[in-house]
């Protein structure tokens, strides 16, 4: 088990000047993050939303203009890297190339003055940990990219750091590579137990890796959650685009009920999530949404996933058919009801009837499955 820290990053904001020097951007705008010890978090955002300033500032690489960091409740702002008990793992792997992959792992420790014997021990676990056991002396040149991604995780792993950082480190692998990497690092890291944060723009990598994912927009928090919440729960229109696809419709409100079932908060206190009677389609559909932001009578959007939606003969919404994708494992159809356009999906479709364009369809709308946001 490795050592383990909690981070706390309160009201934590990074101002810019500007390259013109005549103004400042702010791009992180105080936000407030709780990472428990052992947790694996992810920043995920679009290019340029603040994630990577976050991360660096967690590392010491950047200075902070506002706001606290604190690791295992003791305020690090003040640290330079080498003593934050960190390490970072980079999306160019950063490795020194006239070094064979043992002395590149190996590094840090001879810096410390270890002696031979406890960096041999120490490099060859790391080595058989990510599994490059037999690869010792072969040079980063000679290596994939994922053993060479592998080499920068076992040199900051072999420091036995309490936080583990990650920006973009798969980015430069191939898309199968990416997938087989991701849990690997999952894997690696649940059996060491550290602390990690990881910056992606990535939503698949994010979903696959994090017990929390942080969503960030414009340098501010738009939604914490578990995976499942952020698909299922999410807060903003913004969260719901950017999580796997989703349809808006419009709707409205006709009454709101409280269910109970708390969240994991926006950045503050948690979130509570209720149930909203919606007229959607001309009819009455239940749906959940975040208790306190509806009320009767409010124009929303309804999110319906494109797995939640299925075609067939019978049902509750009168369709057409406008184009129809097979795509193996699911069948991708576009349909229009009304002017509202809705994108579905259909898992295995060869066991089911498959619909194709023209044909007036019937939509069967997993209920359960909807979720209402204010517009
Ligand atoms: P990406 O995925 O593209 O790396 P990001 O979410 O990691 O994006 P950051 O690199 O944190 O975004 O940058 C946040 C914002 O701050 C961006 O608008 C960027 O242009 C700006 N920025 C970053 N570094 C500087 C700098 N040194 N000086 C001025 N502005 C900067």
Redesign the pocket.
């Known amino acids: 088990m490795a050592k383990q820290a909690s981070i706390q990053l309160k009201n934590l904001t ?1 101002e ?4 013109e020097g005549t103004g400042t ?1 702010l ?2 705008d105080h936000i407030n993050v709780d990472i428990a010890s052992g947790q694996f978090v992810t ?1 995920l ?12 500032m967690i590392a010491g690489f ?1 200075g902070i203009s506002d706001g606290e960091i604190l690791l295992d409740g003791v305020r690090i702002n003040e640290l330079t890297p080498d003593k934050r008990d960190s390490s970072m793992v980079f999306q160019s792997y950063a490795l020194f190339p006239h070094y064979d992959v043992y002395d590149n792992v190996g590094y840090g420790l001879v810096n410390k003055k270890m002696d031979k014997k406890t960096i041999e021990e120490k490099v060859m676990k790391m080595l058989d940990l990510v599994g490059l056991k037999g690869m010792e002396h072969r040079m980063p040149n000679q290596l994939s990219g994922g053993q060479q991604q592998r080499v920068a995780l076992a040199r900051a792993l072999v420091m036995e750091p309490a936080v583990l950082l990650f920006d ?1 480190p798969l980015s430069n692998l191939d898309a199968k590579l990416r997938v087989y990497m991701r849990t690997e690092i999952r894997k690696i890291q649940q059996r060491i137990g550290i602390t990690s944060v990881y ?1 992606t ?1 990535d939503q698949s990598e994010a979903m696959a890796l994090s017990d929390k994912v942080i969503i ?1 927009n414009g ?1 501010k928090i738009e939604q914490v959650g578990s995976p499942t919440e952020i698909y299922q729960y999410p807060a903003s229109h913004f969260v719901a685009d950017f999580i796997g696809s989703a349809n808006f419709v419009p709707a409205r409100v006709k009454s709101v009920s409280s269910q109970g079932t708390k969240l994991e908060s926006k950045a503050g206190p948690g979130m509570e999530i209720g149930t909203a009677v919606v007229e959607m389609f001309g009819q009455e559909f239940t749906a959940k949404c975040i208790q306190g932001e509806l009320a009767a009578g409010d124009t929303v959007e309804v999110v319906i996933r494109p797995e939640a939606i299925e075609l067939a003969d019978d049902g509750d919404v009168k369709a057409e058919v406008t184009s129809s994708t097979y795509m193996g494992q699911m069948q991708d159809y576009v349909v229009q009801v009304g002017d509202q356009e809705l994108v579905t999906q259909t898992y295995n479709p060869s066991s089911k009837k498959v619909y194709n364009p023209g044909d007036t369809v019937y939509l069967r709308i997993q209920r359960e499955s909807l979720h209402a946001i204010k517009k």
């Open positions: 990074k810019y000047v500007t390259h951007f791009a992180v920043l955002g679009p290019s340029g939303c603040g994630k990577t300033t976050t991360l660096r950047e973009e910056v723009h960030m340098g």
